[in-house]
């Protein structure tokens, strides 16, 4: 997934030369927190938030260019960098939102963490059973009770938890990804226990083939 893919397209961009009063107005209607500053051609020059234009209000500033953020001192991302990246600088640099350029500077989106929560959110409600799906489809030549049987053995070693494979085929089938990591105590764990699973089932083939 790249950064395009998530980005906020809806963005409103000012003028350094804006002056501020109207600004505050613009992302007051817009909702929008924080805003690039552009120059003519729509690059990226610098980058206000809302609590810049409440200090520049309050302090009597009159123009965009007096309040501003340098671009740089703003952290932004490439339309085609990897979405994690733009988790990475937003966790990273403590930051609500990021500016996103192409190949000529021009602002094309804007990252919200809103955006990122979003789609965090939806890989949280993936069905277990898909991700099951796609690891069957990786192994080449493993069947889908295979698949499930050595899952089964891999949920008893780590758990002591007797459970057979049509049970555990129920449970993913009902559970999400989201509610898997909390699970199983973590990412790391989660797909721990899946490499565990791929490296027993293949070897439990291996075992019935030289049989």
């Not at 965009?64 to 952290?75: A, C, L, P, R, Y």
């Not at 699970?183 to 989660?190: I, S």
């Amino acid at each position: 997934m790249k950064v395009k893919e998530i980005m906020d397209k809806e963005f409103i961009v000012v003028s350094a030369d804006q002056n501020i009063d109207k600004v505050s107005i613009l992302m007051e209607n817009r909702k929008k927190f924080t805003t690039p500053v552009v120059d003519d051609n729509k690059r990226l020059v610098g980058w206000i938030t809302s609590l810049d234009v409440t200090r520049g209000l309050r302090e009597g500033k009159n123009k965009v260019s007096e309040i501003m953020h340098s671009k740089d001192n703003i952290v932004h991302v490439h339309e085609n960098n990897p979405a994690r990246l733009a988790v990475l600088e937003a966790s990273n640099h403590k930051v609500v939102s990021i500016p996103v350029l192409d190949d000529e500077g021009v602002v094309v989106g804007v990252i919200r963490t809103f955006d990122i929560v979003k789609t965090l959110s939806k890989l949280y409600e993936i069905k277990v059973y898909k991700i099951f799906e796609a690891m069957e489809h990786e192994l080449k030549g493993v069947s889908w009770n295979e698949l499930m049987e050595a899952s089964a053995i891999v949920t008893r070693r780590s758990t002591g938890e007797r459970v057979t494979a049509e049970e555990y085929e129920q449970r993913i089938k009902n559970s999400t990804f989201g509610e898997a990591i909390w699970a199983t105590g973590g990412l790391e764990k989660f797909f721990v226990g899946l490499i565990a699973i791929g490296e027993l089932v293949i070897a439990r083939k291996v075992a019935k083939a030289r049989k």
